[in-house]
């Protein structure tokens, strides 16, 4: 399974190492990765593959919580197919 992380917050140093950090420790491989800053916003998109993964989405959209509050970001976690044409 794919899946698109977007990262949004204070820029701040560390934040894609901490994200990054993350996917490195549960296997989640990152397939394309950008970053931007908007003024004085950090910004993040990443698509990963969960599929060399023990976890799931669920479990990693909770420990992304967890990062998001110790970085004071936000994080969100969508299935890379909500983007997908379906027609």
């Keep these: 399974m794919r899946a698109v992380v977007t990262v949004?917050?204070?820029d701040k140093t560390g934040i894609i190492a901490r994200v990054s950090g993350l996917f490195y420790e549960k296997n989640i491989n990152i397939l394309d990765i950008s970053q931007k800053l908007m003024q004085n916003l950090f910004t993040m998109i990443a698509l990963v593959d969960l599929s060399g993964s023990k976890i799931d989405?669920?479990?990693l959209t909770k420990e992304l919580d967890k990062v998001a509050e110790e970085l004071?970001?936000?994080?969100?976690?969508?299935?890379e197919d909500m983007f997908k044409n379906t027609l």
């Design 57 to 59: 989405m669920n479990e």
């Design 8 to 10: 949004v917050g204070k």
């Design 72 to 79: 004071s970001v936000a994080i969100r976690v969508l299935p």
